[in-house]
């Protein structure tokens, strides 16, 4: 099982289904799982501010925080609020 998946059966789907008890429920995961998205998004952030450090792992740490935050920031640059309902596969 992918880390991922363990988070979600963790959090509980998110996607709406059309029915108002269980939207409610999946709406409430849905907070749940977009807080535990904005910490993991603090602490990369937080790393990437090693990329000017002088060792090799803290700098490349740093980097390859540095570069993923800009990744995201490109994949949804533009975004129309519509949302495409796709997600990054790496």
């Known amino acids: 099982m992918e880390f991922f998946e363990v988070v979600i059966k963790l959090v509980g789907p998110v996607q709406?289904?059309?029915?108002?008890?269980?939207?409610?429920?999946?709406?409430?995961?849905m907070r749940?799982?977009?807080r535990l998205a904005?910490?993991?998004?603090?602490?990369?952030h937080t790393a990437s501010c090693e990329r000017f450090?002088?060792?090799?792992?803290?700098?490349e740490i740093g980097i390859m925080a540095y570069k993923f935050?800009?990744?995201?920031?490109?994949?949804?640059?533009?975004?129309?609020?519509?949302?495409?309902?796709?997600?990054r596969d790496d």
């Open 69 to 87: 935050l800009q990744d995201v920031h490109a994949a949804f640059e533009g975004d129309d609020d519509r949302g495409s309902g796709g997600s």
């Open 38 to 44: 904005d910490k993991c998004l603090a602490e990369i």
């Open 53 to 59: 450090r002088d060792e090799f792992a803290a700098k």
């Open 16 to 29: 709406p289904v059309g029915e108002p008890r269980e939207d409610n429920r999946r709406l409430e995961n």
């Open 32 to 34: 749940t799982l977009i």
